[in-house]
């Protein structure tokens, strides 16, 4: 049974506290745990990934790379329909991503060039998890803004089935997209692998993706020694809809959300009793209990509070939707009326589905090209350039007590 809470006299900040549910991967037996598997897969090898995968999945995939040959008979039998629902939301996905794709620039001004190349990654790690279901979905959402952002390797780690091979699927979209790296081989051993490298699996730059929170920690873990995209933990939706919604349309946005359990999170907020009312009757079955009904006092009220709790998706179905999405602020993506249900999104709408979660996307960004490339500024001035500028950083690095600094300069002004 869905929860109700009446918000209108309580304050913002303590109703948000109790809506949220912290991220898993932040609880200290999960960190450890985490931390504990990343430490004996890069002391071991793959004689860890082979453990923990026996011991998590119940298998031990020989070889862990998926021959490209059944990568191949995946790809050659797939159903005509799936294909075309798969080449149409890659094609969105890459027209977006294009889109947003960072370019190199460079200025000059009296003698003196400034500039910045943006350049991809050489090698990228993608985790597609799996647990509930296959998610194909979530490798074209990644696999695709890297190949856009131009990354030359790109390899794919998936938890293996009961029968030690990786979903038909997600195999066949790899096979679709022409990838044929991939492993069969999930959870944190998977970012451990891909962070540090095994006598099978190759050390990447960065680790993207979603997964559970053993995944999420493990890559907390590995930060550093890698690049990571954001946290992305259990899903998180909030609808703000006013009486104008239409309950059986509300109650199916919530509960789609709902549906990925684990601790996901659907959240209604809503000035209208009777919407509140006429929805609740409609949440039935386990990811109801996972749905929050919150009557606040306007649609103000909710902007502000969905600014506060930062979710993963937000959904706006009000007459007024344009002024609630004008407040708001703080959200890794914005369904805008009734005719975008989140679920479009989800799979074939354009915008990547990894987003941040558990109240990141109040400082990170939704995955995207960027988080496939890396910037490098440079600089090239003539002599004329440095005499007009030099005096100045010159003057700075003494103030700063750096000596040297200035004399690096004042050296090639003639004045040392």
């Given at each position: 049974?869905?929860?109700?809470l009446?918000?209108r006299?309580?304050?913002?900040?303590?109703?948000?506290?109790?809506?949220?549910?912290?991220?898993?991967?932040?609880?200290?037996?999960?960190?450890?745990?985490?931390?504990?598997?990343?430490?004996?897969?890069?002391?071991?090898?793959?004689?860890?990934?082979?453990?923990?995968?026996?011991?998590?999945?119940?298998?031990?995939?020989?070889?862990?790379?998926?021959?490209?040959?059944?990568?191949?008979?995946?790809?050659?039998?797939?159903?005509?329909?799936?294909?075309?629902?798969?080449?149409?939301?890659?094609?969105?996905?890459?027209?977006?991503?294009?889109?947003?794709?960072?370019?190199?620039?460079e200025?000059?001004?009296?003698?003196?060039?400034?500039?910045?190349?943006?350049?991809?990654?050489?090698?990228?790690?993608?985790?597609?998890p799996?647990?509930?279901?296959?998610?194909?979905?979530?490798?074209?959402?990644?696999a695709?803004?890297?190949?856009?952002?131009?990354?030359?390797e790109?390899?794919?780690?998936?938890?293996?089935?009961?029968?030690g091979?990786?979903?038909?699927?997600?195999?066949?979209?790899?096979?679709?997209?022409?990838?044929?790296?991939?492993?069969?081989?999930?959870?944190?051993?998977?970012?451990?692998?891909?962070?540090?490298?095994?006598e099978s699996?190759?050390?990447?730059?960065?680790?993207?993706?979603?997964?559970?929170?053993y995944?999420?920690?493990?890559?907390?873990?590995?930060?550093?020694?890698?690049?990571?995209?954001?946290?992305?933990?259990?899903?998180?939706?909030?609808?703000?809809?006013?009486?104008?919604?239409?309950?059986?349309?509300?109650?199916?946005?919530?509960?789609?959300?709902?549906e990925?359990?684990?601790?996901?999170?659907?959240?209604?907020?809503?000035?209208?009793?009777?919407?509140?009312?006429?929805?609740?009757?409609?949440?039935?079955?386990?990811?109801?209990?996972?749905?929050?009904?919150?009557?606040?006092?306007?649609?103000?009220?909710?902007?502000?509070?969905?600014?506060?709790?930062?979710?993963?998706?937000?959904?706006?179905?009000?007459?007024?939707?344009?002024?609630?999405?004008?407040?708001?602020?703080?959200?890794?993506?914005?369904?805008?009326?009734?005719?975008?249900?989140?679920?479009?999104?989800?799979?074939?709408?354009?915008?990547s589905?990894?987003?941040?979660?558990?109240?990141?996307?109040?400082?990170?960004?939704p995955?995207?090209?960027?988080?496939?490339?890396?910037?490098?500024?440079?600089?090239?001035?003539?002599?004329?350039?440095?005499?007009?500028?030099?005096?100045?950083?010159?003057?700075?690095?003494?103030?700063?007590?750096?000596?040297?600094?200035?004399?690096?300069?004042?050296?090639?002004?003639?004045?040392?």
């Amino acid at each position: 049974m869905a929860r109700r809470l009446d918000a209108r006299d309580r304050d913002a900040r303590e109703v948000v506290g109790g809506l949220r549910r912290p991220g898993g991967f932040l609880y200290p037996e999960v960190r450890d745990a985490a931390r504990g598997i990343v430490e004996d897969v890069r002391e071991r090898g793959d004689a860890a990934l082979l453990e923990y995968t026996g011991r998590f999945d119940g298998v031990r995939p020989d070889p862990l790379r998926v021959p490209p040959g059944e990568i191949r008979r995946a790809r050659e039998a797939l159903p005509a329909e799936a294909e075309e629902s798969f080449v149409a939301a890659a094609e969105n996905v890459r027209l977006f991503h294009r889109r947003e794709m960072d370019r190199s620039w460079e200025t000059s001004r009296n003698g003196a060039t400034t500039g910045q190349r943006v350049r991809p990654v050489r090698r990228a790690g993608l985790y597609v998890p799996g647990g509930h279901g296959a998610y194909p979905s979530t490798l074209i959402m990644s696999a695709v803004p890297a190949q856009v952002a131009g990354v030359e390797e790109v390899c794919v780690c998936a938890p293996p089935g009961p029968n030690g091979r990786v979903s038909e699927w997600v195999l066949a979209v790899a096979g679709l997209l022409g990838l044929d790296e991939v492993y069969a081989v999930g959870g944190a051993q998977a970012v451990a692998a891909m962070a540090h490298g095994t006598e099978s699996v190759p050390a990447v730059n960065k680790i993207v993706g979603p997964g559970n929170d053993y995944v999420t920690a493990a890559k907390l873990e590995v930060f550093g020694f890698v690049g990571i995209d954001a946290p992305q933990g259990p899903s998180e939706i909030i609808v703000i809809a006013d009486a104008s919604a239409f309950p059986g349309r509300v109650a199916a946005d919530l509960m789609a959300q709902a549906e990925h359990l684990s601790g996901a999170s659907a959240i209604l907020l809503s000035p209208s009793e009777e919407l509140i009312r006429a929805v609740e009757p409609l949440l039935t079955g386990e990811p109801a209990e996972l749905v929050k009904l919150v009557h606040v006092r306007d649609l103000s009220h909710a902007a502000e509070l969905s600014n506060l709790y930062a979710p993963e998706h937000a959904h706006v179905i009000s007459e007024d939707h344009e002024a609630v999405l004008n407040d708001l602020r703080e959200a890794g993506l914005v369904g805008v009326g009734d005719w975008s249900p989140i679920a479009l999104s989800d799979y074939a709408a354009g915008p990547s589905h990894a987003l941040p979660t558990s109240g990141t996307a109040a400082w990170a960004s939704p995955l995207g090209t960027h988080d496939f490339t890396v910037r490098t500024n440079y600089m090239h001035f003539t002599h004329d350039a440095l005499r007009d500028l030099g005096p100045h950083a010159e003057r700075l690095a003494r103030l700063e007590g750096f000596e040297n600094h200035a004399r690096s300069i004042a050296v090639r002004l003639g004045r040392e």
